[in-house]
């Protein structure tokens, strides 16, 4: 048998060596195209530079260990919008300074006062970078006139967060101070893009606060897209008024009570005497819904003003009650009405530096009678002095409208002179007539709703931006 010499030995060799390496290569691009694939961020496998399952790394989206994780800021507020509707507001802080939550899910259960559940909720959120936010559910319906007593709300487990290196977006939102027209709440606000791109799908929720910081209301809109530079006014609407707790107004008030202590404040012959009890405690029941930032006087009259005056302007509003408590009908002598020397006393007082600079400055007169004292000099008869009395009187009030104080005045019964109280107010609204002293406590809610407009003590709008995608 002829031997193959060493030359073709090595050829076959190079021959199958090659076959090999082409086998080889064809099966390797067959596995590289239908079998082998490269790591990616969507592949449900942790591979690559991923610290976690296609999250960490090079992937846009972070891992739940690499955040830190949302904080409840406080326990749900529950909102009773009408009879059996509630809504419910929760705020929710993101402190990861790049990081959205752009899918959170959550659980909002609403028990009654025995911990039976009334509302179960499920759904899901997303958490703006470095913000906090409002989650607002609405519509809750619950049956049978319950009312429920709290609600827990419970963060889920898969929250998927999202790398978010872009500045965040320019949006700017102004609001009015809550409005009651046709005696319904009522927000408006100004919705600015300052962006560069258009924003789509804004969701805003307002909160509103009382002057101890309690949230007493939410709602919740939506702006489908601002383009570039674009703005849009919105609106937050109630269907019923609610309380805003203790007053907050728009400015303090300095406030100068007059009283009328003359012998017809005792016309009743009653023990006590009567209308003027019933009066005191009207005017105590308004000075007792001031606010801690008003300063409050009291003045009572007859022939004459009581000098000293029963209480100088005072931010103790028990001191000042005391004192309307102190008035009495002095016995023993003939009383007329001296509506001069009130408004005179009662305006040297606001005035005075016992007055707080930047308040207004009001007064509120309250008589029963026809101004006919001080008695004038060269005049013969009753209507001689009661000309005389109204006009000083009238001048007084006056100059003081001109120099800024906002007058009362409140005509009890059925011996006054209502033309001459209603010259002496600053407008027309601002004079009331009281039949009976059972009508003063009402006027003097008005008047009190009058000067100190409640307004919540802060206004919140936050919003969140459903434009990503995971």
Request: with cysteine.
């Amino acid at each position: 048998m002829e031997e193959m010499s060493p030359w073709a030995s090595r050829r076959k060799s190079i021959y199958l060596g090659g076959i090999v390496i082409v086998l080889s290569a064809i099966a390797f691009a067959i596995f590289w195209k239908y079998w082998y694939h490269a790591p990616t961020c969507f592949d449900n496998l942790k591979n690559g530079d991923e610290s976690g399952i296609d999250c960490g790394g090079s992937c846009t989206l972070i891992c739940s260990g690499d955040v830190i994780k949302p904080i409840i800021r406080w326990d749900p507020r529950l909102f009773e919008v009408s009879p059996g509707l509630w809504s419910a507001l929760i705020y929710i802080e993101n402190s990861n300074i790049n990081v959205d939550a752009i899918y959170m899910p959550y659980k909002l259960t609403i028990y009654d006062e025995k911990n039976n559940i009334l509302e179960e909720r499920k759904s899901a959120t997303i958490l703006p970078k470095n913000k906090t936010v409002g989650v607002f559910e609405g519509l809750i319906e619950i049956k049978d006139n319950i009312r429920p007593r709290r609600a827990v709300f419970e963060i889920g487990d898969n929250i998927v967060w999202q790398k978010n290196d872009k500045k965040g977006e320019d949006i700017d939102i102004t609001h009015s101070p809550l409005l009651r027209l046709d005696n319904i709440p009522r927000v408006e606000a100004n919705v600015k893009n300052n962006s560069t791109e258009e924003i789509k799908n804004i969701e805003l929720v307002i909160a509103i606060f009382d002057g101890n910081d309690n949230a007493i209301a939410t709602s919740r809109t939506f702006v489908e897209s601002l383009k570039k530079n674009e703005e849009t006014n919105i609106f937050f609407t109630w269907p019923k008024p609610f309380e805003l707790g203790s007053k907050t107004c728009e400015s303090p008030s300095n406030v100068m009570l007059l009283l009328d202590r003359s012998g017809s404040m005792a016309s009743s012959g009653s023990n006590p005497p009567e209308p003027l009890t019933t009066a005191k405690a009207a005017a105590k029941s308004f000075v007792m819904q001031l606010s801690p930032k008003d300063k409050i006087g009291v003045v009572s009259f007859a022939t004459k003003a009581k000098d000293p005056i029963d209480s100088n302007l005072t931010s103790d509003l028990n001191f000042a009650t005391e004192a309307v408590e102190g008035i009495s009908i002095e016995e023993g002598s003939i009383q007329y009405t001296n509506i001069f020397e009130a408004l005179h006393s009662g305006w040297q007082e606001l005035v005075s530096a016992r007055a707080e600079e930047n308040s207004s400055n009001i007064i509120i007169l309250l008589t029963d009678g026809i101004a006919n004292n001080p008695k004038n000099p060269t005049g013969r008869t009753e209507e001689d002095d009661i000309k005389y009395a109204e006009s000083i009187a009238l001048k007084e009030a006056t100059n003081a409208k001109a120099g800024g104080v906002i007058i009362y005045t409140i005509g009890l019964g059925d011996e006054i002179n209502e033309l001459f109280l209603k010259t002496l107010v600053s407008e027309k609204d601002n004079y009331f007539f009281a039949p009976s002293a059972k009508n003063l406590k009402t006027i003097y809610d008005n008047i009190s709703s009058d000067i100190c407009q409640e307004i919540p003590a802060r206004i919140e709008i936050s919003y969140k931006i459903f434009g990503t995608s995971i």
